[in-house]
């Protein structure tokens, strides 16, 4: 049986992509937030991305780059899961 009163030896990789992507979106909403209170209209997130220049592919290759792991890793996740169950499916009506 597992001890409740021992902390675990690693967070899975799932929990932390989770927390990354919650600080992200609040992070966003608070600087939005922030921008608007200031200056009273949204900011332009492409014409911020364009000043960077040619630093601007960068960014949105990285920015692509996380959405595709994080829809693979949805989709893999998904796939497993409903492996599982139909598993679990077939046991019990083999049994």
């Given at each position: 049986m597992k001890n409740i009163n021992q902390a675990?030896?690693?967070?899975?990789?799932?929990?932390?992509?989770w927390f990354a992507v919650l600080v992200w979106f609040s992070s966003s909403l608070l600087s939005q937030s922030a921008y608007i209170a200031?200056?009273?209209?949204?900011?332009?997130a492409v014409s911020m991305l364009q000043s960077l220049g040619p630093f601007y592919y960068f960014v949105l290759f990285l920015?692509?780059?996380?959405?595709?792991?994080?829809?693979?890793?949805?989709?893999?996740?998904?796939t497993?899961?409903?492996?599982?169950?139909?598993?679990?499916?077939?046991?019990?009506?083999?049994?």
């Open positions: 675990p030896d690693d967070w899975p990789l799932g929990n932390i992509l200031i200056h009273g209209l949204p900011y332009d920015e692509l780059s996380i959405w595709g792991g994080l829809l693979t890793m949805g989709y893999v996740k998904f497993r899961a409903r492996r599982a169950r139909s598993n679990a499916a077939g046991h019990v009506l083999g049994a």
